[in-house]
């Protein structure tokens, strides 16, 4: 395999080839440097990234059988040719800072996930993101409570479950984008996901969950410490469905 440390690589082609790799399953940055050194010879410019395409990239990994028997889905292939080509690089910001937060701070709060890259912002695909901005929020107050970074699963570990668990204390994920297995996982891991591929500021979003939290669903009002039977008193209707929450957050957008 290439030597990393020996090849020269710009600062931002070296971050293009680093994401794009954590988007490819059992592919390192190593292995993904060779695939791209065999596809089109070094050194690797950025105007080499920008003509690579998935098909041909697909064909590289699999002749050095990069992926093994699990194979990569097209559309891992097509973050990683996006990440490739610059796409989304521009956000990879230092995390934003946190404020102290102790239990019992924030009254009739709920505490969501927002997956992102940097700053205070949800541009971040679950399964990629540079981090988890947790925010604990209620219908007077928001506060960003934790920045978590995401690392790398164990080798034998499920890398959507290794996320889902770093967000296992959060009602809600927010995320620009999720695949249906990755879903499964987060709310196996008791978290509801909302996809809002064009969100773009976090404390916005958060901004528009505060409307929705004064007259919370039952199971959302359940999460946030509030009597059921409160809950439903503010609909006035015991028959609302406990998904209406992704209805009103729509609605508010």
Known sequence: MVDKANLPLTEEAALCVALAARELPNCEIGDLLQVLINLMGAPITKAKLAKVRVNRLRQAAEALDIFGKEGAEQESLQRAVSYLKGKGVEYQKPAPDVVPYQEGDIPDSIRVAC?????????????????????????????????????????????????????????????????????????????????LPNAGSALDEMSKLQAVLISPPPWLAKAMGMEIANALHLYGDTTRRDDDIEEKLEGSG
């Open 115 to 195: 997956s992102s890259n940097g700053a205070e912002r949800i541009d971040g695909h679950f399964g990629s993101c540079a981090r988890f901005l947790i925010y604990q929020v209620s219908p007077s107050q928001v506060r960003l409570i934790d920045a978590r970074a995401v690392g790398k699963p164990d080798a034998d570990e499920d890398k959507n479950a290794y996320r889902a668990q770093l967000i296992a204390d959060c009602a809600l994920l927010y995320t620009s984008s999720i695949g249906g297995p990755a879903a499964a996982k987060v709310v196996k891991a008791g978290v509801f996901p909302i996809k």
